[in-house]
């Protein structure tokens, strides 16, 4: 196994991998910017070094500032976490110039499958369902019109090189079309530095039910189940289950299959997410892969069992995966909740500021807390608003929103304005805990009936 891996993150997730690399002997480097002297996972690692300012783009998304970090410290491997670097080609192409291993996917697979036009052909090619749309890039707004009138408004603008919500616009009418063209464009273009647009037929409201994966270097891929990531808001997921509700066992099978086919497809390495929306009648289409590890993966880890991060740096050791898929067996039901530093009151301002006094809910069986945050601990303005999620597991989802609802009560985060009354009361709302919802539910009828305590 390695001896040192650099963890090129923050926050909980770099928290998170710095505990695994510990329980396997592995020493950690942990980076961080000016901003986070007092971070958690600068403590907790076996080392820490300093790559820059407070600005992300002068410090995590630094390439150059990561890696000499990696070579100076003796680092022989690199775990990206999410966001950041994590799906970045170039960065992975990088590690491995610098005999550095890059924990994730090969580079020219993340590359494949970070162009989503590149995606939908491998997908077709794979026989993985498809969202009906256009067949490659968009030149100009005639084609898109032209197309967007064949398969029908409304429909869903995206960018090639997409991802986090940027570069996405659902359009309506023909009229309207145009002038959300170009702002799309020119929000991809400042998000990545690419401007290929595509376009796709809504599927709206949908479930959003995406599949965990993991595939070593010895030709294994197995599923790990799906996760229900339907309540977002504003495109960002807010809380995520698994397994997803209402799905039949054929149904549960027929998208593990799916999903194993289109990581075969890309001869994919390491942990991964295959996206898929589905309609109404229960039919899904492939969405797009996530290459790295998501926000949402412990609730799969609570019902299977399987510590992914652990595989993640086996897998990328060169050893086999662990599991076949005849082990994966998914028992109970798990939530998770994200904890935002914001206002739900105003609109999900972010609320940075001291934590003046911290209570993390904990104590009984299937509760987990994943945080980097500690009683005053004051967080910085410049990352993301996320400061925990909470995690429970229970036999039952009853038994888990149950859970859920006393974790929620137990969280004390003196100081700062959070989510935690939002996130109450949607887990506690009849259409949630009937599991009636989809991906309109939160914008279109939750939040415009939404009637938080005032203060």
């Known amino acids: 196994m390695f001896n040192k891996v650099l963890i090129a993150n923050r926050g909980e997730i770099a928290v998170r991998i710095i505990r695994a690399c510990r329980e396997l002997g592995i020493e950690t480097v942990a980076v961080y910017s000016e901003a986070d002297r007092e971070a958690l996972h600068k403590e907790l690692a076996d080392e820490a070094i300093c790559i820059g300012p407070a600005k992300a783009a002068d410090s995590y998304l630094d390439m150059q500032s990561v890696i000499s970090a990696a070579i100076v410290t003796g680092a ?47 997908m077709i090619k794979a026989g993985v369902p498809v969202i009906p749309g256009s067949d490659g890039a968009i030149d100009s707004v005639e084609e898109a019109l032209e197309i967007a009138h064949r398969i029908g408004f409304p429909v869903m603008l995206k960018a090639a090189a997409g991802g986090g919500g940027k570069g996405i616009r659902k359009i309506e009418a023909a009229e309207k079309l145009p002038q959300q063209f170009q702002s799309a464009q020119q929000e991809a273009i400042a998000a990545f530095g690419n401007g290929e647009m595509y376009i796709e037929k809504i599927i709206y409201p949908a479930r959003h039910i995406e599949v965990q994966i993991l595939g070593d270097g010895h030709g294994q891929v197995i599923h790990l189940g799906e996760r229900d990531c339907s309540l977002q808001r504003n495109n960002q997921k807010v809380l995520e289950e698994s397994p997803a509700v209402g799905l039949t066992e054929q149904l549960r099978s027929a998208i593990g299959d799916a999903a194993v086919r289109a990581a075969q497809a890309v001869g994919y390495e390491n942990a991964g997410t295959i ?132 974790a929620l009560v137990e969280l ?24 009636q919802y989809d991906t309109a539910f939160l914008q279109e009828k939750f939040l415009p009936n939404w009637e938080p305590e005032l203060d």
């Open 275 to 406: 996206e898929f929306l589905m309609d109404e009648q229960q039919q899904f289409y492939f969405m797009e892969m996530n290459t790295r590890i998501q926000v949402e993966h412990p609730v799969t880890e609570m019902v299977t069992g399987v510590d992914i991060v652990r595989e993640q740096l086996r897998i990328a050791y060169g050893q086999p995966l662990t599991y076949t898929q005849e082990d994966i067996q998914l028992k109970g039901h798990a939530i998770e909740c994200r904890i935002n530093a914001e206002n739900p009151k105003f609109n999900f301002a972010p609320c940075p500021g001291t934590i003046e006094n911290l209570l993390l809910p904990s104590g009984g069986m299937g509760l987990r807390v994943d945080s980097a945050v500690y009683g005053g601990y004051t967080i910085p303005p410049y990352y993301d608003s996320m400061i925990a999620k909470i995690i429970v597991c229970g036999d039952t989802r009853e038994a888990a929103i149950g859970k859920m609802e006393r």
């Open 76 to 122: 022989e491997a690199i775990h990206p976490g999410f966001g950041f670097l994590a799906e970045n080609s170039t960065f992975a192409e990088m590690c491995e110039e610098c005999q550095l291993k890059f924990i994730g996917p090969r580079a020219e697979t993340i590359k494949e499958m970070g162009n989503k036009i590149n995606a939908r052909r491998l």
């Open 412 to 435: 004390v985060t003196d100081g700062i304005v959070t989510n935690q009354e939002f996130q109450m009361d949607l887990i506690t709302h009849e259409s949630f805990v009937k599991g």
